[in-house]
């Protein structure tokens, strides 16, 4: 059975400072921002929510239908995911745009700085979602706004239970709009940052939330992940990286593995710690979509 992928496909360019933001950043100067990063490396990645999540389901032994859009610039991805032996029946293509691009730096401490140019993404609504007897599950991850809204609605319709992880693209929606997303979800992941914006915009509490859906997720990085159930919250331990080289895609590597586990009908707490043990093999490899999986070695 396969789970669609609802979010974003976009390529990754990915920098790195060898040093720290902090230490370049002056608290009281914010007001006149101007700051320079030289980062030596730099590297272009297939990334992008859907694609990663779908690389990482697929290494699992899962089906994964990404449902997303590229732009006139998006062959060399479509290839990709042929080549891995990715369905890409709802992958459309563009030709009046650009492909999502991204670009990311990391410093010494693993923090972040994004640029993200949505390009194509923004059009990702022109594809619908639909009942089919092979498709158990979907996910709605970061992806353009009109398009997230419209694939839960239609997940809801289908009566297809789907994940609604909203990430980055969560401050898009106001209270109402993401109680109505955690009413049409069967399952909500989000991290600690977007646990408590999710919280504060819906006036509901994290136990509140998860009587409302089948089960809660807070992803806690390095510390694992809470799992809330019927208002009853569990700590699933983290798992330590051989290597901690780059976290770009590890949320999305995580993601992939609950799919797999949903798909194969475990307990929320099973699909998590595979989640947790995908994401520190994930963080031990550069870029999103570059490391191996080893079935055997995870039991699978």
């Known amino acids: 059975m396969a789970a669609v992928i609802?979010?974003?496909?976009?390529?990754?360019?990915?920098m790195t400072f060898e040093g720290r933001f902090a230490d370049q950043i002056l608290p009281d100067q914010l007001h006149i921002l101007n700051v320079s990063f030289l980062v030596p490396t730099l590297r272009r990645d297939f990334g992008g929510c859907a694609g990663n999540i779908a690389y990482s389901l697929n290494a699992l032994g899962g089906t994964a239908l990404p449902m997303a859009t590229l732009g006139s610039d998006g062959a060399s991805y479509l290839e990709r995911m042929r080549s891995l032996g990715i369905d890409t029946e709802f992958v459309r293509q563009l030709d009046d745009t650009f492909t999502a691009q991204a670009m990311i730096m990391s410093d010494v401490d693993n923090n972040q700085i994004t640029a993200f140019h949505p390009g194509a993404m923004q059009q990702a609504h022109i594809t619908k979602v639909a009942a089919r007897d092979d498709i158990k599950l979907g996910i709605i991850a970061p992806d353009g706004r009109d398009a997230m809204l419209q694939h839960a609605e239609q997940f809801a319709?289908?009566?297809i239970p789907f994940v609604f992880d909203p990430g980055q693209g969560l401050p898009m929606f106001d209270g109402e709009a993401l109680c109505h997303f955690v009413d049409l979800a069967s399952w909500v992941v989000?991290?600690?940052?977007?646990?408590?914006?999710?919280?504060?915009?819906?006036?509901w509490s994290l136990a509140e939330i998860s009587k409302r859906v089948r089960g809660l997720v807070v992803t806690l990085a390095a510390e694992?992940?809470?799992?809330?159930?019927?208002g009853e919250r569990e700590h699933v331990p983290g798992v330590v990286a051989t290597e901690v080289v780059e976290p770009t895609g590890c949320g999305d590597a995580w993601r992939g593995a609950l799919l797999f586990g949903l798909e194969k009908g475990w307990p929320l707490a099973q699909c998590a710690a595979l989640g947790n043990k995908v994401g520190a093999i994930k963080i031990a490899q550069r870029g999103p979509q570059n490391y191996e999986i080893d079935r055997k070695a995870l039991g699978l």
Do not use: H, P
């Open 6 to 14: 609802c979010g974003s496909l976009a390529f990754d360019t990915i």
């Open 157 to 159: 319709a289908a009566g």
């Open 190 to 203: 989000v991290n600690d940052y977007e646990g408590k914006m999710l919280s504060q915009r819906t006036g």
């Open 224 to 230: 694992g992940c809470e799992i809330w159930t019927d």
